[in-house]
């Protein structure tokens, strides 16, 4: 099993949780409800989440869809899609590039799972991973349990093993 699915389950099993968000006070605090959000995927669909749902969910915000680093990370993902699902958690990219861009960066690089469009940042920036006036998402990852509660942010990503 790879190292992210690996860190996924061993939070879901102990519950053992380090609060990342002292060192980026804008973000949501570990162990709190994870802020909610409703943002269309690369089709169009709405997607919404927060609160409890099936599975826990990985929500993975990224700078800019088709560079490289975003390229590189998304793939390690992809690649790690299946212990994911193997153990009951949803992946999902975030940026601020629109539905096509999004679209266009699920076709080229084959991507199994939704990318979703923030286009005006209130999503990014409810995550504590926009500075106002910036252009770009920080490269962020959080995981959220079944129950919408915010248990692990990943805020030191290393872009071509990050789905390990």
Not at 18 to 44: H, I, T, W, Y
Not at 92 to 111: C, M, N, P, R, T
Not at 121 to 130: D, H, Q, R, T
Request: aromatic share 6%.
């Amino acid at each position: 099993m790879k190292p992210l699915a690996l860190a996924v389950l061993a939070t879901l099993l102990t519950l053992g949780v380090q609060d990342a968000s002292k060192s980026a006070p804008k973000m949501p605090e570990v162990g709190k409800p994870a802020p909610s959000l409703r943002l269309n995927d690369q089709k169009g669909n709405i997607v919404m989440l927060g609160g409890k749902t099936k599975n826990w969910s990985v929500l993975a915000f990224y700078p800019k869809a088709m560079t490289s680093g975003c390229t590189a990370e998304v793939c390690s993902m992809r690649d790690a899609l299946k212990d994911l699902e193997t153990i009951g958690t949803d992946v999902y990219g975030i940026s601020l590039d629109s539905v096509q861009e999004q679209a266009q960066f699920v076709e080229k690089q084959h991507l199994n799972f939704p990318l979703l469009s923030d286009p005006d940042g209130s999503v990014a920036a409810k995550y504590g991973v926009l500075e106002p006036g910036a252009q770009y998402t920080k490269r962020v990852t959080f995981v959220i349990d079944d129950q919408g509660v915010l248990r692990k942010i990943i805020d030191q990503v290393n872009v071509q093993k990050h789905g390990e």
